[in-house]
């Protein structure tokens, strides 16, 4: 669903605005991307695997659990929280917000635990993966975007990250696509760290 609204947020930043907007969606969003329109603003993310809070695509930071860009409340199956936070909900300003819920065999949102092996966990998705995004939340770490487009064979290596300016890379950070899910084939901190939390974006072939 892609929506838009105009913020009505006031008081300070780290508090629950009691606004929300309305996503459209059968059942509430797995994963949505918002951005401030008419002013210079970053791109707040909420992802359903991790603890309440927030990231920011053109951001390395880890998971903010004191954020209250989404009011530190979950998506309910028809609206979407929002806080003060002028990223998110200034008075005036005008926001675009896509959301993604979690349809079986297309599209699916989660999290997995690092093993710092070259042959790290195999995440299920129930499908074989065309797109794949991945962030670490328990450290700074950069957004990954993998594909298979760019890289049909595994290991997958032509990586893109959203917040980086960055040209392709395409060495170390590897991983491979399988017919139910991917596999992480680095034990680097950017995918696989031992005993970091890391989230996923994944959709299908």
């Known amino acids: ?49 991790t603890a309440l809070g927030a990231l920011s695509l053109n951001g390395t930071n880890a998971l903010d659990t004191g954020s209250y860009l989404f009011a530190q409340q979950h998506p309910s199956s028809s609206v979407v929280y929002l806080g003060n936070n002028p990223e998110i909900n200034a008075t005036g300003s005008t926001y675009v917000a896509y959301c993604w819920s979690e349809i079986s065999g297309f599209s699916k949102f989660g999290s997995y635990s690092g093993t710092g092996s070259n042959t790290g ?3 299920t998705t129930g ?31 032509a990586r893109l990250s959203p917040n980086s300016s960055s040209a392709e890379a395409t060495n170390v950070y590897a991983i491979d696509f399988l017919d139910n899910g991917f596999q992480l084939k680095t034990s680097d901190v950017a995918l696989n760290g031992s005993g970091e939390t890391y989230i996923y974006a994944a959709f299908a072939d």
């Open 127 to 157: 499908f074989k993966p065309r797109f794949v995004l991945i962030k670490g939340t328990s450290s700074a770490r950069d957004w990954w975007i993998y594909d298979s487009q760019r890289d049909s064979s595994n290991p997958n290596m």
């Open 1 to 49: 669903s892609i929506c838009t609204y105009t913020g009505d947020g006031s008081g300070t930043a780290n508090s629950d605005s009691g606004d929300s907007f309305g996503h459209g969606l059968s059942s509430a969003p797995k994963f949505i991307l918002c951005k401030r329109r008419n002013s210079a603003n970053g791109w707040p993310v909420y992802h359903a695997s």
């Open 121 to 123: 966990t195999v995440v």
